[in-house]
């Protein structure tokens, strides 16, 4: 819905960028839906799957790949960072109530920070966004380890989208063209193309590219392109 005052708003259509340097008809591509609650994702992002172990969740569903370095400084629309400390031992954690719509009872949650070893915490059990008007509070079925995650480290949970080898995200291809998840309670998700194979990218025009989603993809950089197998 457009503003009801007058204003200009400066900038293109992110589509307008030019993803593929080989030709884009040749690359082996699926379509995919995405999972609600991420917000905008433009063309190029970096695509996770998943992994849940419930089907009562958001299970299969793209989600964006989280790298497996980071300050908290950069665009990470996969994590929801966490609005205070968790408690060591405790089975729930504090989160954004938009951000709380990434996820569903049922998808496999993970916590980390800059510092702590990540955990698998289980499948979530309740989303409450109703005891509290500025938080949501997500409860999980395994207990957290002795060692607290904190917001001075960027502490995050995330669904699971990979092995604990990689941050429980392994990235599985690129999307293919920008499009709008949703945010909140009225997200829904979206549908999309994603490149998962044979396809000259330019690098530049890459969200969220790490070497191990590289290494995820078969992939090898040359110059400003980025090489799919």
């Known amino acids: 819905m457009p503003g009801d ?23 082996l591509t699926v379509p995919i839906t995405l999972a609600a609650g991420y917000g905008k994702l433009r063309m190029g992002t970096l695509l996770a799957e998943n992994l849940s172990a419930l089907t009562t969740g958001n ?34 954690v504090n989160v954004t109530i938009n951000d709380s719509y990434k996820f569903k009872v ?33 409860t999980f079925t395994t207990a957290m380890g002795a060692t607290a995650f904190t917001t001075a480290r960027f502490a995050y949970v995330c669904v699971e989208a990979g ?11 690129v999307l293919m063209k920008s499009v709008d998840t949703g945010t909140g309670e009225l997200a829904k998700g979206a549908n999309a193309q994603l490149i998962i194979s044979n ?15 590289k ?6 950089s040359f110059g400003e392109f980025m090489y799919m197998k």
């Not at 980071?70 to 994590?79: N, S």
Request: charged share 20%; aromatic share 10%; proline share 3%.
């Open 5 to 27: 005052t007058p204003y200009v708003e400066y900038g293109v259509q992110d589509d307008y960028t030019v993803l593929f340097y080989s030709e884009h008809s040749a690359a």
């Open 199 to 213: 396809a000259v990218l330019y690098e530049g025009m890459l969200n969220l590219v790490d070497a191990a989603a």
């Open 215 to 220: 290494t995820d993809l078969s992939a090898s």
């Open 163 to 173: 092995d604990s080898t990689n941050g429980y995200s392994d990235c599985v291809g």
């Open 59 to 92: 299970k299969d569903k793209m989600v964006p790949y989280n790298p497996t370095t980071f300050t908290g400084q950069e665009e990470h629309p996969g994590r929801a960072y966490l609005v205070a400390d968790s408690v060591a031992l405790a089975s729930t």
């Open 106 to 138: 049922g998808d496999d949650l993970i916590i980390n920070d800059d510092t702590t070893t990540n955990e698998n915490l289980g499948a979530i059990t309740a989303i409450d966004r109703t005891t509290y008007s500025n938080f949501a509070v997500i």
